[in-house]
């Protein structure tokens, strides 16, 4: 049976649709068609799997911030597009916390 943290960092098809319709269905980074499948804050440093933390991204755009020389510029660019979206976005909430 998955862990409460599995599941709280899972992105659900219900979510992914959601993201993918805030986003056209295109990666926020280059335009091309894309997936609601990054999380912003990793799943690895607890990231939610809600819409507040996903992006849509297509597949290099992907690899590239999570994988990239430019990580960082990447994940400033979606922090500053999630805020666009969300004004009261803040990293904080979107992190996985053990109660």
Not at 31 to 59: F, K, P
Request: charged fraction near 30%; charge should be positive; hydrophobic fraction near 30%.
């Amino acid at each position: 049976m998955p862990s409460k943290r599995t599941k709280a960092v899972a992105i659900t098809p219900k979510v992914r649709q959601a993201v993918e319709e805030r986003d056209g269905y295109c990666c926020i980074f280059c335009g091309r068609r894309g997936r609601g499948e990054a999380h912003l804050i990793s799943r690895a440093q607890g990231g939610l799997g809600v819409e507040e933390n996903i992006i849509t991204v297509c597949r290099e755009c992907h690899n590239e911030m999570d994988n990239g020389l430019l990580t960082q510029i990447y994940r400033e660019k979606a922090e500053a597009y999630l805020r666009g979206i969300y004004p009261d976005w803040d990293r904080t909430k979107y992190i996985y916390k053990k109660s």
